[in-house]
């Protein structure tokens, strides 16, 4: 069989970084892991080719070569995605979905020949065999959630490695807390389930032998969600990384009591962690409580970040605006948070009710559901009525927006992050070597896009200015965070453009009949 695997294009968001990623020369900031992991599931006899439509273009003759067509994807890539899966159906081609978009829209909408649910490795080689003897059903569910030690070494030979920014490596799957709108308990459960240290050695093994040297994505839900087996990871990362002169940087997702435990954090540092994504979610402690988000309560939130910025860690945080608990002053309350917390790529989105949460089924009995969202949580289309009236939220968001990244107050976070966690004179310096061809093409770039024609030059050559002097010693991450904020800024300021364009008040529609029915 020739399996042609397809990943669908990400509109333009903040989440995409395509802005900043340009300054790179990069066309996407990740791979797709799911595609490369389910082709290395394949049959070994099987011939295997993998397009990902944002960093190359889908052609007619890369079509014409399959006989199936394997796509995977989030929810917000579904126009992409039904685009190409009417454009295999007009050709007669075969078509398999599988991937998180699985979880979240029905079969049905999907209009894919044959639908996946759920994690591939227990059930890919059914699968397979099915499609080999035609007669594969119209979905697969996997029974239960595989254990990780039975997941490959992603097919790392299917993708253009140097389109992308960060080379991503899964150690765990799922988290153990329980957050109202989250989705990912959902889909990948509670027990956090690890794949063997050796593995996640052998993938980066495989990296280095590929001729990678930049940052690795190590793409968990939540890493630290199994602390031991966090921890014996790092040890392993650590030692591993000492057999080289120049190693990658890691960075991953975690919940914010790692600032708990400074024996993990010291660990992080060890291994070569220089930022972390939490999700903080709002400075108000009733919305948390409301959302379940109970393991950020009871603690001040600016002193646990402080806390892990000064283990050499970039935080970067996402937040919610959109839960019943806010009131009127949430926005000025969220800017003030965002500012105090040395937080440069502060990730504000809109409340969305994701279909298949404990969220959405609360607000689907209230009646509040609207409809099954797309999936973006960083435009104005809200999926649902919120307490709040719904034209002064959009407003809300949009404002912090262009208060937060305005460049004054951008700049602003990062030299506060930056004082926290530069080297002091005598500590060691990152191993990175941050003089790399690609870093001097985004520098020079960015001189010329943010410093020559950018509309805020001045406060750029003035942090620039600031970098090349108080903060020299950490002068490769004070230009990527210089470039970072030239797409937050573009992104703000198209949104806002939407913003004034949109209709602001959203009208009650019937949810799907098969939303009603995956309930
Ligand atoms: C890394 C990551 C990213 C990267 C991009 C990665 C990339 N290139 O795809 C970044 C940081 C850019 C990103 C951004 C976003 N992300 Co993201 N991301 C992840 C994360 C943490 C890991 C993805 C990964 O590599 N997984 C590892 C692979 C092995 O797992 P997998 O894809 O699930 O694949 C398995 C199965 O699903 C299945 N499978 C997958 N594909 C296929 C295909 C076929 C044919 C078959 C048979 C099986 C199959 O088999 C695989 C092996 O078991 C996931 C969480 C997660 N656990 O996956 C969230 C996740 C995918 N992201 C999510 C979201 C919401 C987003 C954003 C929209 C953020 C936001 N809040 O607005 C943005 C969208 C980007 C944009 N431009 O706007 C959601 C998607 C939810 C959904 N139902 O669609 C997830 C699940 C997290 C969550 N909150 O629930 N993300
Ligand atoms: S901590 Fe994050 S991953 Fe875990 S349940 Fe809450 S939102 Fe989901």
């Known amino acids: 069989m020739n399996a042609l695997l397809i990943y669908p294009e990400f509109p333009d968001t903040f989440w995409s970084f395509k802005h900043a990623l340009k300054f790179l020369g990069k066309r996407a900031a990740q791979p797709p892991l799911g595609l490369m992991t389910v ?26 070569w399959a006989d199936v067509v394997l796509l995977s994807a989030m929810h917000i890539q579904s126009d992409s995605l039904l685009a190409i899966v009417e454009r295999c159906r007009a050709l007669g081609l075969r078509t398999v979905v599988g991937g998180p978009i699985a979880s979240s829209v029905s079969a049905a909408e999907l209009k894919a020949d044959h639908v996946v ?21 119209p979905v697969y569910q ?52 690890t794949k063997a240290v050796a593995q996640v050695l052998a993938e980066l093994d495989q990296l280095r032998a590929a001729g990678w040297r930049e940052a690795v994505f190590i793409v968990d839900d939540n890493f630290i969600g199994n602390k031991a087996r966090a921890k014996e990871l790092c040890i392993a990362l650590a030692e591993w990384r000492s ?30 962690f220089n930022s972390v994504f939490l999700g903080i979610e709002t400075p108000d402690e009733s919305g948390l409580v409301a959302s379940n988000k109970l393991q950020n309560t009871r603690r001040s939130l600016l002193d646990s970040v402080a806390t892990i910025q000064s283990y050499g860690m970039q935080v970067m945080g996402g937040f919610i605006l959109g839960f019943d608990t806010d009131r009127d002053d949430i926005f000025d309350r ?13 990730m504000v989105g809109l409340l969305q009710a994701m279909p298949g949460t404990q969220l959405f089924r609360r607000l689907r009995r209230e009646g509040r559901i609207l409809d099954a969202g797309k999936g973006d949580n960083t435009c104005d289309r809200l999926n649902f009525l919120p307490h709040m009236d719904a034209a002064k939220l959009v407003e809300g968001y949009r404002s912090v927006l262009k208060q937060i990244y ?19 004179p005598g500590e060691q310096l990152s191993r990175q070597r941050w003089l790399t061809r690609g870093n001097v093409r985004a520098f020079v770039n960015s001189v010329i896009r943010q410093g020559i024609f950018g509309r805020q030059r001045w406060s750029y050559w003035k942090f620039l200015a600031s970098a090349a002097t108080r903060y020299r010693r950490c002068f490769g991450a004070a230009m990527t965070l210089a470039v970072m904020g030239y797409h937050f800024q573009v992104m703000t300021s198209r949104m806002s453009e939407a913003l004034d364009a949109a209709v602001l008040t959203p009208k009650m529609e019937a949810v799907p009949d098969s939303e009603s029915s995956r309930q």
């Open 406 to 424: 305005s460049s004054s107050a951008y700049y602003e976070r990062v030299k506060l992050y930056l004082n926290r966690t530069q080297p002091r």
């Open 243 to 272: 057999q080289f002169k120049t190693s990658f940087d890691f960075n991953t997702e975690a919940s914010l009591n790692l600032a708990d435990d400074p024996e993990l954090m010291q660990l992080m540092r060890d291994a070569g």
């Open 39 to 64: 082709a290395a599931l394949l049959p070994h006899s099987w011939k295997k080719r993998l397009v990902d439509t944002n960093v190359e273009r889908l052609r007619d003759r890369d079509l014409a």
């Open 334 to 346: 969220m800017v003030e948070f965002i500012q105090k917390s040395g937080i440069p790529i502060a």
């Open 142 to 193: 996997a029974a239960e959630r595989p254990e990780m030690t039975t997941s490959p070494l992603p097919d790392l030979s299917l993708i253009k490695m140097n389109r992308y920014s960060t080379m991503a490596v899964q150690y765990s799957r799922g988290c153990p807390f329980n957050c109202e709108f989250c989705d990912i308990i959902e889909i990948y459960g509670r027990r956090p389930r």
């Open 117 to 137: 649910i759920g994690e591939a490795e227990s059930l890919i080689a059914g699968l397979a065999l099915d499609l080999e003897q035609g007669t594969a059903m």
